[in-house]
């Protein structure tokens, strides 16, 4: 079945990077997420990376995709006070319908 | 810009009430889900539906029901509501297609008392 692990908490320097680290368990995965969860606010779609690709890069955001290790990471660039929030991971596997399994989330504290 | 709405940011309950969760999305989104959050535990789901009147349990269906009457609403049932339910509720939609891209509500904090 489906896992999906992250650590909870990370707290960086405004202006350094972040990478916040994702595990998932299931080796068919199609698509794999980060969605950004903002205080009091639901989630929102940051980036995705298909399963054939290895790097995605957006903006200040870079995904990285590691398919033997089954390990996806999120890094932020020059993290602002804004990039404060929680992070999810998920993957999502081809089937019937659309499911999409989530991670635990990562909350991510900017210091000013 | 599209659009969930959830009926209630807020809503306290009492132990055993019948509880009502609305959510609505103005995409013409087929598949719709109902998500609890809590702290630890990231997102799990609860029901989702890919069409009108169709619905499938998710991980954690136990104590609740939902129904599909019509394609942009999505309703979430505590049909005697309990503390352990006390929890972060999220409603989701997406396009049946390639990317899966869910589209999520503000949430709904429900406190059971």
């Known amino acids: 079945g489906e896992d999906v692990e992250q650590s909870l908490f990370l707290s960086v320097r405004e202006g350094d990077s972040s990478v916040i680290n994702c595990t998932y368990t299931?080796?068919?995965?199609?698509?794999l997420y980060w969605y950004k969860q903002e205080p009091g606010a639901g989630l929102q779609l940051l980036t995705y990376?298909?399963?054939?690709?290895d790097m995605k890069q957006d903006q200040r955001l870079t995904v990285l995709l590691n398919k033997k290790d089954k390990h996806l990471s999120l890094r932020i660039a020059d993290t602002q006070t804004g990039d404060s929030a929680i992070y999810f991971c998920?993957?999502?596997?081809?089937?019937?319908?659309?499911?999409?399994?989530f991670g635990t989330g990562t909350k991510l504290q900017v210091i000013p | 810009d599209v659009k969930v709405t959830q009926s209630s940011r807020y809503l306290v309950k009492r132990t055993g009430e019948k509880v009502f969760l609305e959510c609505v999305q103005d995409?013409?989104?087929?598949?719709m889900f109902w998500y609890r959050q809590d702290p630890g535990l990231g997102l799990r789901l609860i029901y989702f539906?890919?069409?009108?009147?169709?619905?499938e349990k998710g991980d954690i269906p136990e104590g609740y029901s939902v129904s599909r009457e019509k394609k942009e609403r999505f309703s979430l049932i505590l049909e005697s509501a309990s503390t352990n339910q006390t929890s972060m509720y999220l409603c989701?939609?997406?396009?049946?297609?390639?990317?899966?891209?869910?589209?999520f509500g503000p949430g709904t904090r429900l406190t059971v008392l």
């Open positions: 299931d080796s068919s995965s199609t698509y």
């Open positions: 539906s890919y069409d009108v009147k169709m619905k």
């Open positions: 998920a993957e999502s596997i081809t089937g019937g319908y659309q499911k999409v399994t």
């Open positions: 989701a939609s997406s396009l049946s297609g390639i990317d899966n891209e869910q589209f």
């Open positions: 995409m013409d989104h087929e598949n």
């Open positions: 990376i298909f399963s054939n690709m």
